[in-house]
């Protein structure tokens, strides 16, 4: 099974639901987090504000930090190799990095059809 590790930028929370400005991008990452784990994903997050030593002590993480700023996390490792960087994946590349059938995304609420062509 891969790994997959999420370097995070400074957040307060990792589910985007803090604070007065919900991250709509990170509760969608978060709920396909959940959805991968769930399907025997191995993921691991490091958050920049409160693992700072992970993204020291990770020779790849620290490279990437040095030549192009925390400004360009989050950054994505499967397997210690970049997957991505800039943005968080969608739940079609995390499936595809874990070997996994991808679920269909959690329906949307409201709506006569729950998200579907009528």
Do not use: H
């Not at 490792?77 to 943005?87: I, Y």
């Not at 595809?96 to 729950?114: H, L, T």
């Amino acid at each position: 099974m891969k790994t997959i590790q999420i370097f995070d930028p400074a957040l307060c929370c990792s589910t985007g639901v803090c604070g007065v400005d919900v991250d709509q991008a990170l509760v969608s990452f978060s709920a396909d987090v959940d959805w991968a784990r769930q399907n025997g994903a191995r993921i691991e997050r490091f958050n920049l504000a409160q693992q700072p030593m992970a993204f020291a002590e990770n020779s790849t993480v620290k490279s990437f930090l040095e030549r192009s700023g925390q400004e360009a996390l989050p950054l994505i490792l499967v397997d210690g190799e970049v997957a991505l960087a800039g943005r968080y994946p969608n739940r079609a590349e995390l499936a595809r990095w874990f070997g996994a059938a991808e679920a269909p995304p959690a329906a949307k609420q409201g709506g006569c059809c729950g998200g579907k062509s009528c």
